[in-house]
């Protein structure tokens, strides 16, 4: 495969020197983007167009056309692999994904199996492989996966939820079985991560969504251990590069030297984690990754400007910084406002390295 | 009035030796009580219950009934504020408060005056009042109010929200209209516990819902500094007894330090702080208020024990700690939980004094 022009993002994540800071969003490809929308509508579906890797690649390219992104990440969705367990996804519009299938007998958990990403998962990595193909080498490919924690939240409650009362029920209740779910996950997670590096990946990212809906010491127990197995398990080279592993836990900014001492190269914040002080407290053992709030978007090109300059001076002059936001972008946000984060990070970044 | 015969929360919050640790639950009068059901039954509707200083009295001390809780806290609804603003309150069943005129024109912001409770909030004086009344000095009462930044939030948005889209384009479009507005809230809050202070409350605590949703230098400026404000403005001795302040942000865990430097007596946490971390932080200045994740009574009583065990635990020896749920006590909760929480705090906590 081509080697890298631009290695930037790579870099960084391992706090390399870097001639600018990176950067990429969460969410990139996604219905703040009209041709996004295009596209899907042409799939029928959300869950069509993720299954489809040549729609799939074509949406995960369209945000580079656009923008001066420093790095692509696969399209996709953080329950195609509970999806292959057999739980069955849907998406209910404006309500987010549903399983068909969750997991509310013990006899379900004690029959899940870990899927075969060769085999079960084919349609994404068809994906990595086809986007891998077409970038060229101009920027890295991101492969992803939800932490196992994550995964099960979405598993037990079956969809979204606001109060997570069953998968906490389970764990206060049934502490043992959850553990058992999270153990399958771990291993699926690994295979799938793997599997996206084998097929073009170039750097791997955990999202743990719903780990920061946890008291503290249940976080260490049920999202971070098994999180921390899946960086043991996940390749950190491949063809002859280093595969960096970044680790964003929704909620996290509290916990931020308990997450640095997973074994991740990178942490990703979000936007209520203070950017100083995380690099003092975390910056000289991994990269951060983040973290503007998406809402910022929403006021405009000038409030994003003013944003962007922020955080940058927050984290100030060095490497191991990649620029993001600190949750996906909003649907809402008008693509002059993302036009103009991106090159407000071009801009001034230079000077603080 | 009756001089308190159980001072333990008071003396707790103002971080000076006790026998055993206080315990109070954040929404202990609730839909969790069968006997809350059938007063809000007969009221009507939770408004008509909440303004209704009888029946707000009734509710208010039926936990106290129940179980043997160290405070009683006056029945009402952050929203009462903004209410005698004018933006009309009302209860969508299953959505939560609604503003029937949400502030949506800078007209609107600029004409807002601040209530005078004496008229405009005699409702929840008179049940302040009457409530003290009717503890006869068995416990202390506490008073509260939701803060500046927090009633803003639901002002603006017109009710809950997800995303927080309008308050947070005004505050990153219109910095200047959001300060204005939150001037006057913060001069409405104060008069509102100042009122509530003179009619016989003993403690009271500022409810900072949203400000967690907040970016650390955002919650700085738009929520903590308003509620500095606020502390500077409450008296913090009536009658000769000290009135000591809780301040409470939900998502707030990372930011301690710059919560407990504000001026409060004592810091709410919510779950997913670590208590013996925030102990070390910030436990020599303030007292800590919390932190049990309100999801492990669901999982029934025995875990519940486990549970505030750990809590316990979790703080060590020594003065300074409220026992409290890390959010309010969920409706799906069985009393039974409840009634196994307050025990395990007064059985377990003597050996930590």
């Keep these: 495969m081509a080697k890298l022009k631009n290695d930037t993002l790579i870099r960084a994540l391992l706090r390399q020197p870097t001639a600018y800071t990176p950067v990429w969003i969460m969410r990139q490809a996604g219905r703040y983007l009209p041709e996004y929308n295009a596209t899907r509508a042409r799939a029928g579906s959300f869950l069509s167009l993720a299954k489809n890797p040549d729609l799939a690649t074509e949406v995960t390219l369209q945000p580079l056309a656009r923008f001066r992104l420093d790095a692509a990440i696969v399209f996709s969705d953080i329950l195609t692999v509970p999806d292959a367990m057999g739980l069955g996804l849907g998406f209910v519009e404006g309500e987010g994904p549903r399983f068909a299938r969750p997991l509310r007998e013990e006899r379900q958990i004690r029959d899940l199996t870990v899927p075969d990403p060769d085999r079960q998962l084919r349609y994404v990595l068809d994906t990595v492989g086809q986007v891998r193909k077409a970038l060229a080498g101009s920027v890295p490919l991101i492969g992803f996966s939800g932490s196992p924690f994550t995964l ?202």
């Design 152 to 353: 099960a939240c979405y598993m037990v409650e079956g969809g979204a939820s606001a109060e997570f009362r069953l998968i906490k029920t389970l764990l206060y209740s049934r502490p043992d079985l959850l553990h058992h779910l999270l153990e399958i996950n771990s291993r699926a997670v690994i295979a799938y991560l793997n599997a996206q590096i084998e097929s073009g990946a170039q750097a791997v990212m955990v999202f743990d969504t719903w780990g920061g809906t946890l008291g503290a010491a249940e976080y260490r127990e049920f999202s971070l251990a098994y999180m921390q197995r899946v960086l043991e398990g996940v390749k950190r080279e491949h063809d002859g590069e280093r595969v960096p592993a970044i680790l964003f836990t929704k909620g996290g900014a509290a916990w931020l030297e308990a997450i640095a001492a997973s074994g991740c190269d990178a942490v990703g914040l979000d936007w209520t984690a203070d950017l100083g002080m995380a690099r003092s407290l975390i910056g000289q053992r991994v990269a951060l990754q983040g973290n503007l709030d998406p809402a910022v978007l929403l006021a405009g090109p000038e409030a994003t400007r003013k944003g962007a300059a922020a955080v940058l001076a927050a984290f100030g002059r060095g490497s191991g910084h990649v620029f993001n936001l600190g949750h996906g972008v909003s649907q809402h946000t008008a693509p002059e406002s993302v036009a103009a984060l991106v090159e407000t990070v071009h801009e001034l970044s230079p000077a603080y390295h």
